[in-house]
């Protein structure tokens, strides 16, 4: 089992940058593919960005393509989403997850698909002012 704790959200004007950060415990990190989600008053939780286990693998939301990197750093246990260019509509608690996956699954897994993730943050909470 792993433990999430997000970081680094808070209240930026439109075109401003935010890192968040995601500390993840136990020693089993660098098994865990992982994702960010964002969940906006009266919507849906979305997929935000995903990395797989070793990092060589992203993929993000046609929404956050070109202003949003995924990161993580193995030895930190930490998961990184830098924000860049960001907007209003980009206002939402954050959620980091980990997809611990299946047996036998390539390094290079990665997915986009909020019922693969296992284990959830408690979230942190990003508004963009115009």
């Known amino acids: 089992q792993v433990q999430l704790v997000e970081s680094g959200g808070g209240l930026v004007q439109a075109g401003d940058s935010l890192r968040l950060s995601c500390a993840a415990s136990?020693?089993?990190?660098?098994?865990?593919?992982m994702g960010w989600f964002r969940q906006a008053p009266g919507k849906e939780r979305e997929f935000v960005a995903a990395?797989?286990?070793?990092?060589?693998?992203?993929v993000y939301a046609d929404s956050v393509k070109g202003r949003f990197t995924i990161s993580r750093d193995n030895a930190k246990n930490t998961v990184y989403l830098q924000m860049n260019s960001l907007k209003p509509e980009d206002s939402a608690v954050y959620y980091c997850?980990?997809?611990?996956?299946?047996?036998?699954?390539?390094?290079?897994?990665?997915?986009?698909?909020?019922?693969?993730?296992?284990?959830w943050g408690q979230g942190t909470q990003v508004t963009v002012s115009s």
């Open positions: 997850a980990a997809d611990r996956g299946y047996p036998g699954y390539a390094t290079s897994y990665v997915s986009s698909a909020l019922y693969e993730y296992d284990y």
């Open positions: 136990g020693r089993t990190f660098s098994s865990y593919a």
């Open positions: 990395i797989s286990r070793s990092g060589a693998n992203t």
